[in-house]
Nanobody, 124 residues
């Protein structure tokens, strides 16, 4: 199993980025995909996730209305569109794959697969 993130970078406050997570070795039919972020000196937190099956979406409160998660099964890729970025959105963004029949969670699980992460820096 391999998860490969891309799309990070440096952006000014108010700007946008789209992150991609390409997932090899697991099926979107059985695995929920999530995005977490790790900021310096802070606990890793769940940002958004999308379930297997019906593709239900969940968001951490601070990103609701600004971030949108989606998936393209044909491209085995999950996207995180991030708009109206703020300096507090800065961090390493990592995607995860969790085997889960229904729904998804913003809490990391012991059996989750993780990517290496992509750096997002929001600064003027």
């Amino acid at each position: 199993v391999q998860l490969v993130e891309s799309g990070g970078g440096l952006v000014q406050p108010g700007g946008s980025l789209r992150l991609s997570c390409t997932v090899f070795g697991v099926s979107f039919d059985y695995y929920a995909i999530g995005w977490f972020r790790q900021a310096p000196g802070k606990v890793r937190e769940g940002v958004s996730c999308i379930s297997s099956g019906d593709g239900s979406r969940y968001y951490e409160d601070s990103v609701k209305g600004r971030f949108t998660i989606s998936k393209d099964s044909a491209k085995i890729t999950v996207y995180l569109q991030m708009n109206s970025l703020k300096p507090e959105d800065t961090g390493v963004y990592l995607c995860t794959a969790e085997r889960r029949p229904l729904g998804c969670t913003l809490v990391a699980g012991a059996d989750d697969y993780w990517g290496q992460g992509t750096q997002v820096t929001v600064s003027s």
